[in-house]
Nanobody, 130 residues
Framework: QVTLMESGGAPVEAGGSLRLSCKFS?????????MAWFRQSTGRRIEEREG??????????KYVDSVKGRFTISRDIAENTLNLQMDDLRPEDSGQYYC????????????????????WGQGTQVTVSS
């Protein structure tokens, strides 16, 4: 059973930085897997959860346009951790951040809807004040 646990969310002022981490376990039986960070913006429904950062099928990092140049996704396979460095935060970045896992290679163009992923963490809250 794959388990994911996010941490690092906090209240922060606009322009500040946060580093989110997702500790994962139970993945040793998978030769390939794909992970990404999703955000459920404040007031939005679960089905409106959007991907903000992930990897394409070549392992290249990819981002949604609104976070390009400000967020950096990275993974540490030895530590079983997926990270999201968030800089120059804006109020519109507020929301619950989730890491997601699927037991296959990532899509060619990196983006997949939340329904494509089969395991999720509980999320960590980021609140950016202006």
């Amino acid at each position: 059973q794959v388990t994911l646990m996010e941490s690092g969310g906090a209240p922060v002022e606009a322009g500040g930085s946060l580093r989110l981490s997702c500790k994962f376990s139970g993945t040793s039986g998978y030769s390939w897997f794909c992970m990404a960070w999703f955000r459920q913006s404040t007031g939005r429904r679960i089905e409106e959860r959007e991907g903000v950062a992930g990897f394409d099928s070549n392992g290249q990092t990819k981002y949604v346009d609104s976070v390009k140049g400000r967020f950096t996704i990275s993974r540490d396979i030895a530590e079983n951790t997926l990270n999201l460095q968030m800089d120059d935060l804006r109020p519109e970045d507020s929301g619950q951040y989730y890491c997601a896992f699927r037991s296959s290679n990532c899509p060619g163009n990196w983006y997949a809807p939340m329904t494509w992923y089969n395991f999720w963490g509980q999320g960590t809250q980021v609140t950016v004040s202006s």
